[in-house]
């Protein structure tokens, strides 16, 4: 639809779609198991025809979220036009009266994604060129992750990763410290020098526990510790950065860049890891990353478990982005990645930690409607 007047497009109606798949195999963190897990698909059209694609983190009750967008966010978007995006931001976020967060601002993300694919795809530009410059045509990928369990089955998945060509490995962890420790150096004989680890605990510790770990880690030469408290206790981050050497993660359990501003500008996180379709959409990771690269922190974006709208935003902010990284990519081929559109999961395109930037217009996906509907969240 290159060469329609940007300025002229209205929304004309959105429509969240929620879906439910069965993950090819268990996801398991230190919060528990996952066996299957859900999102919602945002699509808003326009009267000029051009659809345009997002994706809102909302792994359980996926119904409520598609409820919330429909009903609480849909009104103060249709009629509006499509390439104002700060104001539907701004918009959308008065839709709630209290602090930035939940539900809210999840349903959100997936909303502000959208009219970054209908702009892109107005202008026949790439979203990473509207964000600012395709920085980069390929960017660098890690791969998430080897799952905490008994350690020679950690083991082989630690091979099967490295074997997938990744040069970077995320390893889950969590309590017992003990255990904890055996295995961040068992995973590093496995590895040997050449691959970089990294290790995330999903907030598995408490900070006495949290600094016997860091130590190990350091010592094994890690790269990054991963969420080793609750997102909260921010005092305790500070705290661990004071007091090991290992350079601290954080930013996926983030919403709007206020949630990041005391552990960035204290620069106590090394690595900001907004997820786009939590965090407030394309619009606020970008400020998001941003705000980390006026203190030197690295932008690396989270998108676990998600599907392909979100780690196709995140590919287009990557390239975009001077302080990118490095972006997760999950080694599991889920429904969510390989059958709601065109454009193959991360994994499967990566080459030795390299991932191409789509380079069509928008994001640069087709979505595959029949999917949408055979995945579509039971009543
Ligand atoms: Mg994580």
């Known amino acids: 639809m290159k060469g329609a007047t940007t300025g002229g497009i209205r929304i004309s109606d959105v429509i969240a779609h929620p879906l439910t798949q069965k993950l090819p195999r268990p996801t398991v963190t230190s919060w528990g198991s996952y066996e299957e897990v859900s999102m919602v698909l945002v699509e808003v059209r326009t009267d000029a025809g051009i659809v345009g694609i997002g994706e809102t983190l909302g792994r359980f009750a996926p119904r409520a979220y598609a409820r919330l967008i429909e009903t609480a966010l849909k009104p103060r978007l249709v009629g509006q036009p499509a390439a104002s995006i700060g104001t539907h931001w701004a918009g959308m976020r008065r839709a709630l009266s209290g602090r930035a967060g939940g539900m809210l601002l999840e349903a959100m993300s997936g909303v502000d994604i959208a009219p970054w694919d209908i702009l892109g795809k107005t202008a026949g530009l790439p979203v990473a060129t509207l964000l600012g410059g395709m920085n980069r045509t390929e960017i660098d990928v890690y791969a998430a992750a080897v799952n905490w369990g008994p350690l020679p089955e950690m083991e082989a998945e630690l091979a099967a990763l490295i074997a997938q060509g990744f040069p970077l490995i ?194 640069g996906l087709m979505i595959d409607w029949d999917a949408v509907a055979r995945l579509r969240s039971p009543e």
């Open 170 to 363: 995320k390893v889950k962890m969590a309590r017992p410290v003990d255990e904890a420790i055996r295995r961040i150096e068992a995973m590093r004989r496995k590895a040997g020098d050449g691959i970089a680890l990294c290790v995330d605990a999903n907030w598995a510790y408490e900070l006495d526990e949290a600094i016997e770990v860091g130590h190990a880690l350091a010592a094994n030469g890690y790269t990054w510790f991963e969420e080793p408290l609750a997102p909260e206790i921010e005092q305790g981050y500070e705290e661990l950065r004071r007091r090991c050497a290992v350079p601290l993660a954080a930013g996926e359990s983030n919403f709007t860049v206020d949630q990041a501003k005391r552990l960035v500008t204290s620069r106590t996180l090394s690595v900001l890891q907004p997820d786009v379709a939590r965090a407030g959409g394309i619009t606020e990771t970008r400020r998001m990353a941003d705000f980390a690269g006026a203190f030197d922190v690295a932008y690396a974006p989270h998108i676990g478990m998600s599907g392909i709208v979100c780690e196709t935003a995140s590919v287009h902010l990557s390239a975009a982005m001077p302080n990118f990284r490095v972006m997760e990519c999950e080694g599991d081929r889920s429904p969510f990645k390989t059958e709601i559109a065109d454009l193959a999961p991360g994994c499967l395109r990566q080459r030795g930690g390299k991932l191409d930037v789509p380079a069509g217009p928008g994001l």
